[in-house]
């Protein structure tokens, strides 16, 4: 199973990397086979060399350049860092990414050969007009997407569930989940207030392949207890 911290706009380098090193050691001690992946903010990346993989949670198209407020290629390769989240409903909905953006950044990074963390996932409204218009939302942030790519992890995560402590029920999870296995045999995480209490439960679905975990993820003990989940799971 993928198990994956998004750290957002939260923890300094300091913090980050001691926040690191303890997850780490914990995966070592505790001889994890689960694939984990950590996506600090940018000023936090370091290399890292181990079991858990640093990725980036953004980064534009492009080797360098006029970017102002961008990274680019080249400073993720100075960190070693091969695995990108693209498509974050933050990014879509606060910073304005639209669909045609997001399908360049990830040509960009599909042609790299980088793993990529694709977010999808419909704000309440579209959750409130029917299963239909569900999917035929989430087929709008499918459009331009090679979903094939063997690289390729999706992560649904309802923009009304991040941050809320709302969930959809675990049914209408492994309900969506299995449809969406149809479009794309990609792993497939869920996403939003994913916590301790309600982790082992979500990773139990048929269909749920990981999560990925933003505030709950934050305290690297909490992220621990996911991860031994997973494992003791080891779908
Ligand atoms: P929360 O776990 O804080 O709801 O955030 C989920 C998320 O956005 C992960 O990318």
């Given at each position: 199973m993928i198990i994956a911290a998004n750290l957002k706009t939260n923890l300094t380098r300091k913090q980050t990397s001691k926040y690191v090193d303890e997850v780490e050691r914990f995966l070592n001690a505790n001889n994890i086979s689960q694939e984990v992946l950590v996506f600090p903010a940018m000023s936090s990346l370091n290399p890292h060399a181990g079991k858990l993989t640093i990725g980036a949670q953004n980064a534009y198209p492009v080797l360098?350049?006029?970017y102002t407020g961008e990274i680019g290629l080249e400073h993720l390769e100075e960190f070693g860092i091969k695995t990108i989240l693209i498509g974050h409903s933050e990014r879509r909905h606060i910073l304005g990414e639209t669909q045609e953006s997001i399908t360049k950044k990830f040509d960009f990074y599909k042609n790299l050969?980088?793993?990529?963390?694709?977010?999808?996932g419909e704000p309440l409204e579209i959750r409130k007009a029917g299963e239909d218009e569900l999917l035929k939302y989430l087929d709008t942030q499918y459009a331009g997407i090679d979903l094939n790519y063997e690289n390729l992890v999706i992560a649904y995560e309802p923009v009304w569930a991040i941050g809320t402590g709302l969930t959809p029920t675990l049914n209408d999870i492994e309900v969506l989940h299995t449809k969406l296995k149809k479009?794309?045999?990609?792993?497939?995480?869920?996403g939003g207030s994913v916590k301790v209490t309600n982790a082992k439960d979500v990773?139990?679905?048929k269909n749920v392949d990981g999560i990925?975990?933003?505030?709950?993820?934050l305290y690297a003990e909490h992220f621990c207890s996911m991860i031994n989940y997973a494992?003791?799971?080891n779908k």
């Open positions: 360098n350049g006029a050969g980088f793993r990529i963390v694709y977010c999808i479009k794309s045999k990609a792993p497939l995480l869920y990773l139990a679905l990925l975990v933003g505030s709950a993820a494992q003791a799971l």
